[in-house]
């Protein structure tokens, strides 16, 4: 049974994140991640892509297929790149990589808003750092007021985040890895997309786009089909 690693990304854990894929659970083995800082982890004082994503590597198996969203799609390259003999594949949902694109009008606003929006945290309660953050990458989701336990720690790992826009990803070393790729978007905001055509074209990579769900493209009920057949066609070599 092929082993998919699933890693999330910022406010919302494993089991939030990765809900709709519970499904899959029937055809492969699903390590659903819950990185530290998010329950039913403790708190932490710094969430940093670079030390989670040493964390991922470490936690490959030979033959896994990776999938990260978000910031875990950052986390997610990281880890490839540091461990590429133990992966059969990699996909990524929307990573804000927005290094990958510097110099593209759009991207390059978009890293420099979350700069701004990420240098308020420490003035704002999390509940409204929140809110700020999900109108920021184009989401739908209303948080509930009060935040429950869980999304208020997830709120308060997102303020205590190292910036995306710092990340270092290395396109030419993954480039010429063996293992095949995926990057799938939601076609509802400009700089992701430039990315994602990025990282298409860079690493290179197959891309699917899945309309509607904004940036939570893996709740898109062809999602989970989009990902089985990668995966399969991977697992085949």
């Known amino acids: ?123 704002n309660d999390p509940e409204v750092f929140l809110r700020q953050f999900l109108r920021a990458v184009g989401s739908e989701f209303e948080p509930p007021s009060p935040l429950p336990a869980e999304l208020e720690q997830g709120a308060r790992a997102l303020a205590v985040e190292r910036g995306p826009w710092e990340a270092d990803v290395p396109l030419t070393a993954l480039a010429a890895t063996p293992f095949p790729k995926l990057v799938v978007s939601g076609a509802h905001h400009e700089a992701f997309e430039t990315i994602c055509d990025v990282l298409e074209r860079e690493l290179p990579a197959e891309r699917v786009v899945l309309t509607g769900y904004g940036h939570v493209v893996q709740r898109h009920p062809a999602f989970n089909d989009v990902l089985a057949d990668f995966v399969d066609r991977a697992a085949a070599g």
């Open 1 to 123: 049974m092929e082993r998919i690693v699933l890693v999330h990304g910022s406010v919302v854990g494993g089991r939030g994140t990765w809900a709709g894929q519970r499904p899959l659970a029937d055809r492969f083995e699903l390590v659903v991640l819950e990185r530290p800082g998010f329950a039913p982890n403790s708190p932490v004082e710094r969430v940093d892509f670079e030390v989670d994503a040493a964390l991922v590597a470490d936690l490959l198996e030979p033959d896994d297929h990776l999938v990260g969203h978000s910031y875990g799609g950052v986390i997610a390259l990281l880890a490839a790149a540091a461990r590429p003999e133990a992966l059969a594949s990699l996909t990524v949902i929307e990573p804000p990589a927005t290094g990958v694109a510097a110099g593209d009008p759009a991207v390059d606003t978009f890293a420099a808003a979350g700069a701004v929006l990420y240098a308020s945290a420490s003035q």
